[in-house]
């Protein structure tokens, strides 16, 4: 800033100089050229007095060398009319040539007198013509040879180039010391205390703005800190692994979960990740995220199984690293295999009522049965036919549940539920003289009607399948600020308490004889477990042998939770 302020002040200075240089010369050049200009009109005027009274003997007195030494640098010319030059001062006459093509001399023939002004050609000299007819038609003429304004600044180059240089020399030394004296005050200015300053008033408005900005600066870092302090808060307490690293794979970010997962510390911080876990595979599916933007890979580590998703992070468009995720999937993977012996046991069970089906309907076929005991056959193909529908009945709902496929939720009366799968369950019951009863108040929860009714059906129809001739089977539906209840208990021969654990997995009888016998295809309790799942409510088991067997499922409020 010192050299700019230097370099204005100095270029100022030299700049006021030449122009005042110029402009003096010029105006002087003008005053003096107006002023010789009067002189030259004034010594005509004479002239032409004393060659109107003397003729050409006043100028022969004129021309004598050094006779009059105010007029020794005019030139007298005297011109007929026709333009032959009578008399010269300089240049005897018989040695000039015709002048009636001047045109100061056609001016003053034509006008009394004129004033011509003509350059040299090298521009460096003009000469001033003044001209005035006489009374006998003859031409007095007077001229007198300026220098101009070029050549009289090449005449003064030297000393115009000393005053140049003089004028230079002051005005840096003047600028060195005016750009000090005002950037002193500059350099001494506390930023860190803009309004404390005493500096220029004009420097006011940007102190309060360095000022403005602090204030600014500082609610960003406490803004910054804050939301560190919450991104470290969040991935302390995250259950996944989460490790951030840059485009040449060095650790950046690791939390707590992702330390004990790969076994290192803090101090990875700063070191390449190939440091910290040497699994080829995961290293190429890093390098593949930075190349593709995202990839994956499951990996045992301590002695479980990890999902590791590892997505690109961009910046401008640039890929700026990776954040890697590792996600506990031992229970998944331990799901997916029970998926697969489901596979199997629903397998075993299709079988097993298609085999009677087809063994059936070869002994009808074949013509091996008794005419009388052909209903009997057909009644076999039909119930277990219809044993066939209700098993692929629920499985579709198992697997509706298991893959999320369920239809958006609604409000739901769960009142109104239970009344609708009692009544039409009333006529079971009574085949038995079970008496079924619904108590309770109306109770809303967000589901899925049909799943609700699903899961009340099978829970009512279980307890009369389970109950004794004569019992009861009581369903219950309570609600309070907290959640809401509903229940079904019966007065049914119990659930030992070694099964207890086990009457929700699929395909699982206590009694496979007696379920048989009843139709069961051992997947009822294992839709209400998924049903209360996909709902969020909690499903709590109490049983006695000989007894009978409660079973409640409770559901959050959702009125007072706000979900």
Known sequence: MTKKIFRSILLAAVSVLLASLVVIMGCLYEYYRNVQEKQLRDELRLASYGVEADGSGYLEQLAAPYRFAS??????????????????????????????????????LAEGESVEVRYSKTLTERTLYCAQRLSDGTVLRISISQLTVFALAVGMLQPI????????????????????????????????????????????PLLRRIHQQHRQIDAQLQEL?????????????????????????????????????????????????????????????????????????????????????????????????????????????????????????????????????????????NGLVKQEDIPQFVGVIRTEAARLVTLVEDIIHLSQLDEGTAPAKEPVNLREIADSAVSTLRERAAERRISLSVTGEDSMVNGVRGFLYEMLYNLIDNAIKYNIDGGRVNVTVSADDAAVTVSVKDTGIGIP????????????????????????TGLGLSIVKHIAQYHHAVLNLHSTVGTGTDISITFPNERQTGQ
């Open 71 to 108: 007029i020794a640098d005019f030139r007298l010319t005297w011109i007929a009319a026709d333009g032959e030059v009578l008399f010269d001062t300089h240049v005897p006459a018989a040695e000039m040539e015709n002048h009636a093509d001047r045109a100061e001399v056609r001016q003053a």
């Open 161 to 204: 180039l000393l005053i140049l240089i003089l004028a230079a020399v002051l005005s840096a030394l003047l600028a060195h010391r005016m750009a000090k004296s005002i950037v002193a005050p500059l350099n001494r200015l506390d930023l860190d205390r803009p309004l404390e300053n005493d500096a220029y008033e004009e420097l006011s």
């Open 225 to 365: 800190r804050r939301k560190t302090e919450e991104f470290e808060q969040i991935t302390e307490n995250m259950g996944e692994g989460l490790v951030l690293l840059d485009r040449n794979g060095v650790i950046l970010s690791v939390n707590p979960a992702a330390r004990a997962i790969f076994q290192a510390d803090s101090a990875c911080v700063g070191q390449e990740f190939l440091v910290v876990d040497r699994d080829h595979e995961i290293n190429l599916a890093i390098q593949a995220a930075l190349e593709e933007g995202h990839s994956e890979i499951r990996a045992m580590r301590n002695n479980r199984e990890y999902q590791f998703d590892i997505s690109q992070i961009t910046s401008e468009g640039t890929a700026a690293g990776t954040v890697l995720l590792a996600f506990d999937v031992t229970e998944q993977a331990a799901a997916e295999r029970s998926r697969r012996e489901f596979t199997a046991n629903v397998s075993h069970e299709l079988k097993t009522p298609l085999q009677s089906i087809m063994g059936s309907a070869e002994l009808l076929e």
């Open 497 to 520: 308490p070694e099964y207890q654990a086990r009457v929700f997995e699929r395909f699982f009888r206590v009694d496979k004889s007696r379920s048989k016998a009843s139709g069961g």
